[in-house]
């Protein structure tokens, strides 16, 4: 690439950033609060720690390969990582799930010597894809022919093409550009983390670099990116799955963002400029990721009350927050815990401000907060 080129590259993935909306900052502002209550408060126990991760593997496999077009649910992954074959399922979506648990769970536990660079992505590639018969030819290799990214609905069928991709011959210097990018700008802290890794994505996936697996591997490099950038919370709060939740949004933003990036290509070729805006996609990608970080947030209140409580005071905890309200007589009666010991959990719980009381006398019940 010459160095012309690099510079209208660079030029172009930088523009992006300069005109950031206030709406924008302020969702970034509540993350990285969220972030320092997670670093200040975080004391997991290693077992806590364990079982979260695990849970959290099988769900983000889950629904990873089930935005792809994938059926299995996460009780099938749980069985096919436990080594129970699945009959009713193709071969080609379990080869595809156990490919992206495995290289999940390397991430999750060697994330902080994992150098992020093309070799690393490529690698990355090659893992995802390491059981996928149909894919053993372009394994970890950049795509050679075109593609299209096809939107794809609960059956697993296309309805539609999203959007047109970097066609294959221009596919290395891209990458290689965007990856050099993304590295410096981390380094030299030229933008906010979340700008740079949103910024990062939503070019890789434009690109669309692999004849397969890009999605996929879109979501395994979110992870890395922003574990590497002090967002320790990523094993515990599923990302793929808050995606799944929101599929629609997630494709509508995407596309948003890159007809503006296609247009603009298009008119960088007659020597003119065009804008691009990467608005719709960041909005998307950071209200997921706030809704990711208040979910850490809740689930050390919950670890905190787990420390706090005997273990019947917590069948008392578990079953106010399963109904709309309870009285001291029905929460013995259907946790079997005796009656006095639920008085003790009861008054422990309105001290930690956890429940409040309902009406007086012998109609008094309690509900969630």
Do not use: C
Not at 303 to 318: M, S
């Amino acid at each position: 690439m010459t160095k012309n080129n690099k510079f209208k590259q660079r030029s172009r993935l930088e523009q992006r950033l300069q005109q950031i909306p206030a709406e924008i900052w302020s969702k970034i502002t509540k993350i990285d609060e969220l972030k320092g209550q997670w670093i200040a408060g975080a004391q997991f126990s290693p077992q806590v720690l364990g079982n979260l991760k695990q849970s959290v593997l099988i769900t983000s496999t889950g629904a990873s390969t089930r935005i792809e077009g994938a059926k299995l649910s996460d009780e099938d992954v749980e069985k096919l990582m436990r080594g129970i074959d699945i009959q009713k399922f193709t071969d080609r979506d379990k080869q595809e799930a156990k490919g992206y648990f495995e290289l999940l769970e390397n991430v999750f536990g060697s994330w902080k010597s994992l150098k992020f660079s093309e070799n690393t992505i490529k690698h990355f590639h090659k893992e995802l894809l390491k059981y996928v018969k149909k894919d053993k030819l372009h394994r970890g290799d950049y795509k050679k022919e075109e593609n299209k990214v096809h939107m794809i609905n609960a059956a697993g069928e296309s309805i539609g093409v999203l959007f047109d991709t970097t066609p294959a011959y221009l596919v290395p210097k891209e990458m290689q550009e965007l990856i050099e990018w993304t590295q410096e700008a981390i380094a030299e802290k030229k933008y906010h983390t979340l700008l740079i890794v949103g910024n990062f994505l939503v070019e890789f996936l434009q690109i669309h670099p692999f004849k397969d697996g890009n999605g996929r591997l879109s979501r395994v490099l979110t992870n890395l990116l922003l574990l590497k950038e002090g967002y320790g919370y990523m094993p515990y709060v599923s990302h793929e799955k808050l995606i799944e939740n929101n599929k629609a949004e997630y494709y509508v933003a995407l596309r948003k963002s890159q007809k503006t990036f296609l247009f603009a290509k298009a008119l960088a070729t007659a020597d003119k400029t065009g804008y691009e805006n990467i608005i719709p996609w960041l909005d998307f990608f950071l209200t997921i990721f706030l809704k990711q970080s208040e979910m850490a947030i809740d689930l050390l209140s919950k670890e905190n009350i787990e420390r706090l409580l005997t273990k019947k005071q917590l069948a008392v905890w578990d079953y106010i927050q399963k109904t709309d309200r309870a009285t001291p007589r029905e929460i013995s009666k259907k946790t079997k815990v005796a009656y006095a010991t639920v008085r003790q959990a009861i008054d422990k719980l309105m001290r930690l401000k956890k429940i409040e009381r309902i009406g007086q006398g012998r109609s008094t019940s309690y509900r969630k907060l």
